[in-house]
């Protein structure tokens, strides 16, 4: 079933507008009495076409429930900036396993140098990928990809989180993934980029509450970090069927 996202939906303005409707009506060639899906604020709304104008489409709500399936835990992914088209990459595969917020971070190791108002550039198309991964996926909301951030600023926003954590190769110090805490509503994760992280940086983190983790003996690209990361996180919350 088609399914759109658009916040300001409601009960009370049963409709579509602008460009929904010339997808709904010349790409998906939809027809009234057809029926499609609206994502509004974590609420799916199954609503039947009544009629498709140029600039309208008038729905009729047929049932509405929260979306079952965002998960009951709040992610947010600090990715070190990698280079190429892997950070797109990162973005589609991080939405389709539940993560809230995307926060590209530059450190010092990141091959990929640009500055916040290059980066800024990128936005509109980074949110695309991220929209259309959560259409995909059938989440309830679409994940927030954030301008870029210097690795302090990034340091300090991670203790917003119940559990901060990163991802780093040298145990000491650290601890395994199956040690992390299992009942927080909030969690943050930081993954490096090719590079991976400084020891300095490592030990900034720590002084910011941010608990060093490790996935074991391999060394996983940066691009295959955070899935790891977070399978195994929706997994020991209770957020994946095995």
């Known amino acids: 079933m088609p399914r759109f996202f658009d916040d300001g939906f409601s009960p009370d303005k049963p409709y579509l507008r602008g460009e929904h409707c010339r997808h709904i009506g010349y790409a998906l060639r939809m027809r009234p009495g057809e029926v499609l899906t609206i994502c509004a604020c974590g609420v799916d709304y199954e609503c039947e076409i009544a ?3 140029s600039d309208t489409v008038m729905l009729n709500i047929l049932d509405s429930a929260p ?21 797109e990459q990162i973005i589609q595969k991080s939405i389709e396993l539940g993560v809230t ?5 530059l450190t010092r190791r990141c091959i990929a140098r640009m500055s916040q108002t290059e980066f800024q550039k990128k936005l509109p198309r980074l949110q695309k990928i ?23 600023d990034a340091a300090k926003r991670m203790q917003e989180a119940e559990v901060p954590i990163v991802l780093y190769e040298e145990s000491c ?30 030990a900034q983190l720590r002084e910011q509450g941010v608990q060093p983790v490790w996935l074991g003996k391999r060394i996983l690209r940066c691009e295959t970090a955070p899935l790891a990361a977070l399978s195994i996180l929706m997994f020991h919350t209770g957020n994946f069927d095995a």
Do not use: H, N, W
């Open 51 to 53: 009629s498709i104008s």
């Open 67 to 87: 979306c079952c399936t965002e998960p009951s835990i709040r992610v947010t992914l600090y990715q070190a900036l990698p280079k190429s088209d892997k950070l």
């Open 101 to 105: 917020e995307i926060v590209p971070v």
């Open 130 to 152: 991220a929209q259309a991964a959560a259409q995909q996926s059938g989440r309830g909301i679409i994940p927030t990809i954030t301008p870029l951030l210097k690795f302090a």
């Open 173 to 202: 110090g650290g601890c395994s993934f199956s040690a992390v805490r299992r009942d927080a509503k909030s969690y943050a994760v930081m993954i490096g980029s090719e590079g991976g992280f400084d020891p300095e940086e490592i």
